[in-house]
């Protein structure tokens, strides 16, 4: 990977509109970018040199994109993707930030399959991954995982990936134990014997089209049980991708009741609801499944009003023949991470959703939920999205990055063109030869 | 959203609405479903006379891929394909490639490196013909011999005919459909041509572990009461139950589902005196039906099976018929372009 903007050279951002989910929506005089950081902004910027100056125009200047969920399938069989492969499309869907999955193969489990993680990004990621560990041994949900050593390793959490839950006995020790160190739980809620062998939303389309449904019980079960448990042990608990909009009501009464919880919603949930599956689209086999009109507009109040803390590309990319087959199949996932900024975009177009809540959920949303902040301002790490809002993609074979070619729209334009991607202040997209 | 438009009816027709494919009854419009009847009953005749052929499919070759193991539905299909004097090859997958890892797409390029001109297909998931249909090199026609719990539309379709047979119509007729409708694509693609056919009611009788979520969507009006539920019945569809039911936690026992939802003389005698009684087949007698009931006047099941051929031809010759005509018109637009 090399980088444009060695140590010591500065870049310069001239025009555009300032978004930064702190604040309200401001024009960017200048933002100067020096080592690194946001060395100044405004006036100040405006009257300093710089080694390279863009001209943001029109285009939105946000900070970099945090992703609470990404599978970069490194380590793996490389056949899916890897992190060179995963991470520079996740810099050409503008985001900076990324949280690894721990379903990989080997599954992360281990501080030693941690540090192969970030030895790869370290030298193969043009942005930051953040790796999260698995909290059972293989997330198999029998056997503690080395929470304590995961943490040190580098995990910025603990999770049961995209498992479900199969015993509450051993969630409730997973959590006292995580609270013991102070991490952070990310759980996918989703009770598995309720589940069983389902792979799409128990509704009306799986009713005439014969598929073995998975019952929005499955998720509201588990998302009471793991409401409770958090009560319960006090730990903090981060809710992953949810999909149903009585598990929004529930978590919007426990943050009443005060329990530190927090959550996510992948963003084709937003976009997408059960009538994809119609003419048997594997593409659209995702998990939890995509379910009905009111469950998406439920999930989508849930953004507005800020019960859903974060936006999620849950990227799975995935070989073709992963996806080649019928339904029942083929594996669950979308190739998410490039179209989260333009799906999101359309929701604003059609009023669904505002600018600023989308930015917030793409940023200091799940920024929050790490811990750590995303703003625009002097002295800031400088990890940065410029995007034109009014320019317009295809994705297709030759456009898309990942390894996964089954994004969720292609061969349809879409809007939001990302211009540049700093991360540290070096240019992550677009990666420029030599 | 909807994501795309390639839903099984845009598949399954040509530009005309000609059949090219047959892997639902959803998207197909009364006419259609009419033609399919009409032309089966054509066929009927065929095998009345002492030479069983017509010449329609001469020289076409029919893949029976079956990867799921039965034996009257590819026998019915493979004497159906004969008559239409098709040449036919009988492969039974469940046994052979895929259990050795090989993937469905993989098997496919394989058979249709074979030049065939049809494969019909039964498959354990629902939309694996759906499937196999889009990714076929053009003029191949699918046809659905039963996919999961999806669909079963030459069951159906025969299942058809037979009420016509024996009611003329299908103006308000009410029809019950009796057992596990939750796993069974025969139940789907019935109530689906009942509704389309204009029938005047379509009653679903089973307890509530047999039922799909909001099952009333497909057109259906769901009774728990066997005893209410046989009421002014014009025909009475009782499913087969598969022994593993009980494992799953879904019904206690055999000997409980047959007295509430088992169809005896007692329960028959409720329903309109020439009520007709049907089964897709292999009966369980004693689980879901009756021995005196099963082998009674007022039951149609082995007429169901001797139209299930005609059906079958029906619909191969006209999914030919469509492939053929959609190849012509291809040829020509490119004559004159």
Not at chain 1, 27 to 40: S, V
Not at chain 1, 89 to 100: D, I
Not at chain 1, 296 to 320: E, F, N, Y
Not at chain 1, 334 to 343: G, H
Request: net charge negative; with cysteine; glycine share 8%.
């Amino acid at each position: 990977m090399t980088s444009v903007n060695t140590s010591g050279s500065s870049l310069k951002i001239t025009g555009g509109r300032l978004f930064d989910g702190y604040s309200e929506e401001r024009d960017n005089t200048a933002l100067l970018i020096r080592d690194g950081r946001i060395a100044a902004i405004g006036e100040a910027a405006a009257r300093e040199d710089a080694d390279e100056i863009i001209h943001a125009g029109n285009s939105v200047i946000s900070p970099g994109f945090v992703d609470l969920c990404c599978n970069l399938r490194e380590p793996g069989n490389g056949q899916k993707g890897n992190i060179a492969s995963e991470t520079l499309a996740a810099a050409h869907g503008g985001f900076t930030t990324v949280c690894a999955s721990p379903e990989t193969s080997p599954v992360n489990d281990s501080s030693a399959v941690t540090h192969l993680i970030r030895d790869g990004a370290a030298s193969r990621s043009p942005i930051r991954v953040l790796p999260v560990g698995a909290i059972t041994r293989g997330l198999e949900g029998d056997l503690l995982s080395d929470m304590a050593g995961l943490a040190a390793a580098g995990c910025v959490a603990v999770g049961n990936g995209s498992r479900g839950v199969r015993n509450a006995r051993i969630l409730r020790r997973c959590m006292a134990y995580a609270q013991t160190f102070g991490l952070t739980v990310m759980f996918s809620p989703e009770n598995q014997a309720l589940a069983a062998d389902g792979y799409a939303h128990d509704g009306l389309v799986t009713s005439r089209l014969g598929l073995l449904g998975i019952p929005e019980v499955a998720e509201t079960a588990a998302v009471m049980e793991m409401l409770l448990l958090a009560e319960e042990t006090g730990v903090r608990l981060h809710l992953s991708q949810l999909s149903c909009g009585r598990s929004v009501e529930m978590l919007r009464d426990a943050r009443r009741r005060g329990i530190a919880v927090t959550a996510d919603v992948a963003l084709h949930q937003l976009v997408f609801t059960e009538d994809a599956l119609a003419g048997f689209d594997s593409r659209f086999h995702v998990r939890p499944p995509l379910r009905s009109e009111s469950d998406r507009k439920a999930l989508i109040a849930g953004v507005r009003d800020g019960v859903i803390d974060a936006i999620v590309s849950q990227h799975q990319p995935h070989d073709t023949a992963a996806k080649q087959a019928p339904m029942a199949a083929t594996e669950p996932g979308l190739s998410s991470i490039e179209s989260v900024l333009s799906l999101g975009l359309e929701l604003v177009e059609m009023n669904e959703l505002a600018l600023p809540d989308l930015i917030r959920a793409l940023t200091t949303g799940p920024a929050a939920v790490l811990g750590r902040t995303a703003r625009l301002e002097e002295g800031e790490t400088a990890d940065i999205c410029l995007f034109d809002p009014d320019a317009f993609w295809t994705p297709d074979s030759k456009t898309l990055v990942s390894a996964g070619r089954h994004a969720p729209v292609t061969h349809r334009e879409l809007p939001g063109v990302v211009r540049l991607t700093l991360s540290e202040g070096r240019k992550a997209w677009p990666q420029t030869a030599g | 959203m909807t994501a795309n438009d390639s839903s099984p009816h845009h598949l399954q027709l040509t530009r005309d609405g000609q059949l090219r494919h047959f892997l639902t009854l959803d998207g197909l419009n009364r006419a259609l479903l009419t033609d399919i009847l009409d032309t089966a009953d054509s066929f009927i005749e065929v095998g009345e006379r002492t030479i069983k052929k017509v010449p329609l499919l001469r020289g076409r070759t029919v893949v029976n891929l079956f990867f799921e193991s039965s034996t009257r539905t590819r026998s019915t299909f493979e004497l159906a394909a004969k008559r239409l004097s098709a040449d036919v090859l009988n492969l039974d997958i469940s046994t052979s490639a895929t259990s050795k890892g090989e993937s469905l797409s993989d098997t496919l390029l394989n058979l249709e490196a074979m030049a065939s001109d049809m494969f019909v297909v039964r498959h354990s998931q629902s939309g694996a013909p759906h499937f196999i249909a889009e990714s076929v090199t053009p003029g191949v026609a699918i046809i659905n011999a039963g996919d999961g719990r999806h669909a079963h539309p030459t069951q159906a379709m025969l299942d058809m005919l037979t009420i016509r047979q024996k009611k003329g119509q299908f103006e308000g007729l009410k029809v019950a459909i009796v057992g596990d409708v939750l796993h069974s694509r025969v139940a789907r693609s019935q109530i689906r041509a009942l509704n389309e056919l204009g029938a005047g009611e379509v009653r679903i009788i089973a307890p509530g572990t047999l039922l799909p979520k909001d099952v009333e969507s497909l057109g259906c009006k769901v009774e728990y009461d066997m005893t209410r539920g046989m009421k002014d019945l014009d025909v009475v569809i009782m499913l087969r139950l598969q022994k593993e039911r009980m494992e799953g936690a879904l019904l206690p026992s055999e000997r409980e589902f047959y007295r509430l939802y088992g169809l005896n003389q007692q329960k028959l005698a409720l329903a309109h005196p020439d009520c007709i009684v049907m089964h897709p087949g292999p009966i369980n007698r004693g689980v879901e039906i009756e021995s005196a009931v099963a082998d009674g006047p007022q039951s149609v099941i082995l007429n169901q099976v001797t139209n299930g051929i005609a059906i079958r031809m029906a619909v191969m010759s006209m999914a030919m018929g469509g492939q053929v005509a959609e190849r012509q018109q291809k040829l020509s637009e490119r004559g004159q372009a």
